[in-house]
């Protein structure tokens, strides 16, 4: 373990803390014919020679991960859209990660059992952070349809359609708050979710204010409750059924 967390801080400070976006855009517009990339490269060589003090046990490794960073951020670089980008950037920094893991495993076998990473406990985290990201925005969509206001064209529609506001804002607000609100309970930390409820309730008071309607209002109140409240409803069940999973 101790090997891949250096490959990683080494890939870490590599792409994100020696990579200035002019050099990103550079890469995006020249791509394989862009000095940037390659000084890129150099870089990460540079980072993971002094990291591993420069050490000849590890050339084997050095070598895949020096030669795999550079065909990943190739194919990306080829490959990206610009309305793709985030899922490029997840796929591009998944395959830089798996190869590291590999590499270390090589050299420092991790010893992970493949029986506890599927165990009922792992599971039911994961079954409940799936439920609390995709399921509950289907299911309010679907129960306040019936109280749509008429400023708005369809259900879960920006409440003011105007330039300043962020496509599909609303949909990672939501994603977030539940997130949010899950982690709170299951850490046991229910003032931080009474918090959380009061900044959101600030934040949308302008916004209601200008609106002045009555109806628009009570929609976002039980959209925001909705939210909140099945939020709260998974993770004490998933409190209620961890303990006897393990």
Known sequence: MTLFLTLLLAHILGDFCFQPSSWVTDKKRYKHKSKRLYTHILIHAALLLLFLGFNTTYWIGFTIVILSHYLIDLAKLHADRNNHTLTYFL?????????????????????????????????????????????????????????????????????????????????FIGVLERLFVFLFVI????????????????????????????????????????????AILIGLIYLRLSPRLG
């Not at 190869?99 to 792992?122: M, Q, R």
């Not at 008429?150 to 804002?169: H, N, Y």
């Not at 046991?188 to 204010?209: N, P, Q, T």
Request: with cysteine; glycine share 8%; proline share 4%.
């Open 91 to 171: 796929i591009d920094q998944a395959l830089h990660i798996a190869v590291l893991a590999l590499v270390a495993n090589c050299y420092e076998p991790f010893g992970i059992a493949w029986e506890n990473i599927v165990s009922p406990g792992y599971l039911l985290f994961l079954t409940t952070l799936s439920l609390v990201i995709f399921v509950p925005a289907v299911l309010i969509k679907i129960v306040i349809a019936q109280w749509q206001p008429e400023t708005m064209d369809k259900p879960g529609e920006a409440l003011f359609k105007d330039d300043e506001s962020l496509v599909k804002a609303g949909r």
């Open 187 to 230: 850490t046991d930390h229910w003032e931080a979710i009474g918090f959380l409820l009061a900044a959101k309730s600030i934040f949308r008071f302008g916004d209601l204010r200008r609106g002045k309607d009555r109806k628009l209002t009570e929609y976002v109140l039980i959209g925001t409750l909705l939210s909140f409240g099945i």
